[in-house]
């Protein structure tokens, strides 16, 4: 069964950067939308980069010129690079294709942005 699985969430400082992956096992996804979302308490899930098969991207405007979504079609894997965290990033972040297939969401990885 194909499913996407995030991994790499962690406590950082303000200011500092993490990485994290989506792996897509059974590289079925490799040619379709993948984005990444992310949910804090409260919230809705909010979509905050996407890339299709062609690798061309878009970002919301609070990640736009911090984060960097990227894919690798041959490790099946993409990754969401993450410059000059702040503590509003603090969330849980999923991938999942754009738009989301419920069957995929998984159970995302936590990133803490604190002092």
């Known amino acids: 069964q194909a499913q996407l699985v995030e991994s790499g969430g962690d406590l950082v400082r303000p200011g500092g950067s993490l990485r994290l992956s989506c792996l897509n096992s059974?590289?079925?996804?490799?040619?379709?939308?993948v984005a990444w979302y992310r949910q804090t308490p409260g919230k809705e899930r909010e979509r905050i980069a996407t890339?299709?098969?062609?690798?061309?991207?878009d970002y919301a405007d609070s990640v736009k010129g911090r984060f960097t979504i990227s894919r690798d079609n041959v490790r099946s894997t993409v990754d969401l690079q993450m410059n000059s965290l702040r503590p509003e990033d603090t969330a849980v972040y999923y991938c999942?294709?754009?738009?989301?297939?419920?069957?995929?969401w998984g159970q995302g990885t936590q990133v803490i942005v604190s002092s």
């Open positions: 890339i299709n098969g062609a690798g061309m991207t």
């Open positions: 999942n294709l754009n738009p989301p297939l419920p069957q995929y």
């Open positions: 059974g590289g079925i996804f490799r040619f379709l939308v």
